[in-house]
């Protein structure tokens, strides 16, 4: 059999690719104050949901819409990550890099606004 197509192999990919991902999360964890802030909203919103009666399906919704930020700000951290290497000192073009990556946070909060918003209309 061809080793490219070995089951072994893709589970050893799919395992390593998996322990990069968790460094990932654990790395931007340790290091942003901006994802902790989102981990511990990820972990009460749900709940708070629930409490004020919201179903299942919805508080689904609501908990990607959370993910949806936390995307982004993973994203965003990676690019800060590289813009500072690339270029530590001040640069206009790295500015706008960063600048780009914080407004893309803010849409992706926004949208979770509007999830929550919606749920409000709908639930009271």
């Known amino acids: 059999m061809n080793d490219k197509l070995s089951p072994v ?3 050893k990919h799919t395992v390593g690719a998996l ?5 990932g999360l654990a790395g931007t964890f340790r290091s942003e104050t901006a994802f902790q802030q989102e981990t511990v909203a990820l972990v009460l919103l749900p709940g708070l949901a629930w409490l004020l009666g919201v179903r299942a399906g919805h508080i689904s919704l609501l908990v990607a819409a959370w993910l949806l ?6 994203l965003n951290s990676a690019l800060e990550s590289l813009c500072n290497l690339v270029s530590p000192e001040y640069h206009i073009l790295v ?3 960063k600048d780009a990556g914080s407004a893309a946070v803010l849409l992706a909060l926004l949208i979770n606004f509007c ?4 749920l409000f209309y709908a639930y009271w």
């Open 9 to 11: 192999r893709h589970f």
């Open 19 to 23: 322990k990069y991902s968790c460094r």
């Open 69 to 74: 930020v936390m995307l982004t700000e993973l």
């Open 95 to 97: 500015k706008r890099a």
């Open 115 to 118: 999830f929550w918003l919606y």
